[in-house]
């Protein structure tokens, strides 16, 4: 199986910056699209920003400019970079990636166990 674990959460102000990150490990064959995903409270989960694989990147418009996602194939490993925070980016971040375990046939989609980014003054 795949284990996603995210790290780099916590409380910033308003126009501040933070960097999440979220490695992969277990029996890993292969990892295609991984993206972060939001949930406010109140608030149905939301998509933030994806990469694939070749770094095709996809962000929610509430996010360009401000939020980059970036990974290293090598360390089975996808940041998301945040600057100019706004205190409606408060939410629970969660990794997710679409990966294969090695020796399985099928795709699956594996979720981490999410991590808080409160911005508030």
């Known amino acids: 199986q795949v284990q996603l674990v995210e790290s780099g959460g916590g409380l910033v102000q308003p126009g501040g910056s933070l960097r999440l990150t979220c490695a992969a490990s277990g029996s890993i064959g292969s990892i295609n699209t991984m993206g972060w995903y939001r949930q ?3 608030k149905q989960r939301e998509l933030v920003a994806a990469i694939t694989s070749g770094g095709t990147t996809d962000y ?3 996010v360009k400019g401000r939020f980059t ?3 290293d194939n090598a360390k089975n490993t996808v940041y998301l970079q945040m600057n100019s925070l706004r205190p409606e980016d408060t939410a629970v971040y969660s990794c997710n990636a679409n990966a294969r375990p090695l020796g399985a046939l099928r795709w699956h989609y594996y979720w981490g166990q999410g991590t808080q980014v409160t911005v508030s003054s």
């Open 40 to 42: 406010a409270p109140g």
């Open 60 to 62: 929610a418009d509430s």
């Open 69 to 71: 996602i970036s990974r």
